[in-house]
């Protein structure tokens, strides 16, 4: 039977980031299609957030796989301070849909943020409670860069788009 495993972790870019005009930075984009290209074959899902210099990201999947998967993230270049912040087993993803989703919206983020006493985003700083409701902004938020692209629970998904993602986030053809 197959371990499921929700881990969360914090980084920090080692070379700062920017996207032109509030389009998605360039190394978001190949992370991004790196991850929905091997994602599925490990069938590992969930989110990643980018802002202040700062990845948040959350990895779900059978357990060993997330684990390796956190190995080479922790050793890849482009991340420094490497720190996980929560690691739960689950009975069911949260991102089931998402080989990797990414969420651009400040505004939501901005609001819980503001509700937990703080100015910045600074993912250092969460507790459990906070990740939790971060995640749950996470859930409900669209994806400019996709639509779903996976059914790790199974089920059919007739939405997915099939624009290649460096179109989509960069609007080119």
Same mark, same amino acid.
Request: hydrophobic share 30%.
């Given at each position: 039977m197959e371990q499921l495993l929700r881990m969360v972790y914090v980084s920090e870019s080692t070379q700062p980031l920017s996207g032109l005009g509030g389009e998605v930075p360039?190394? &978001?984009? #190949? &992370?991004?299609?790196?991850? #929905?290209?091997?994602?599925p074959k490990l069938e590992v899902g969930g989110v990643l957030y980018f802002r202040n210099n700062y990845f948040f990201q959350c990895l779900e999947g059978e357990q060993d796989v997330v684990n390796d998967l956190y190995q080479k993230i922790a050793t890849d270049p482009r991340h420094k301070q490497v720190q996980t912040l929560s690691v739960k087993r689950i009975h069911q993803r949260q991102f089931s849909d998402w080989s990797m989703k990414y969420v651009a919206s400040k505004d939501q983020v901005n609001r819980l943020i503001r509700q937990f006493g703080m100015q910045e985003f600074n993912p250092y700083q969460f507790d459990d409670y906070m990740i939790d409701e971060l995640l749950k902004v996470f859930n409900k938020s669209s994806d400019q860069t996709s639509q779903p692209d996976q059914s790790y629970s199974h089920q059919p998904n007739p939405d997915r788009q099939s624009k290649g993602l460096f179109s989509r986030l960069f609007g080119r053809r």
């Amino acid at each position: 039977m197959e371990q499921l495993l929700r881990m969360v972790y914090v980084s920090e870019s080692t070379q700062p980031l920017s996207g032109l005009g509030g389009e998605v930075p360039i190394e &978001i984009g #190949r &992370i991004l299609m790196q991850s #929905r290209k091997n994602n599925p074959k490990l069938e590992v899902g969930g989110v990643l957030y980018f802002r202040n210099n700062y990845f948040f990201q959350c990895l779900e999947g059978e357990q060993d796989v997330v684990n390796d998967l956190y190995q080479k993230i922790a050793t890849d270049p482009r991340h420094k301070q490497v720190q996980t912040l929560s690691v739960k087993r689950i009975h069911q993803r949260q991102f089931s849909d998402w080989s990797m989703k990414y969420v651009a919206s400040k505004d939501q983020v901005n609001r819980l943020i503001r509700q937990f006493g703080m100015q910045e985003f600074n993912p250092y700083q969460f507790d459990d409670y906070m990740i939790d409701e971060l995640l749950k902004v996470f859930n409900k938020s669209s994806d400019q860069t996709s639509q779903p692209d996976q059914s790790y629970s199974h089920q059919p998904n007739p939405d997915r788009q099939s624009k290649g993602l460096f179109s989509r986030l960069f609007g080119r053809r």
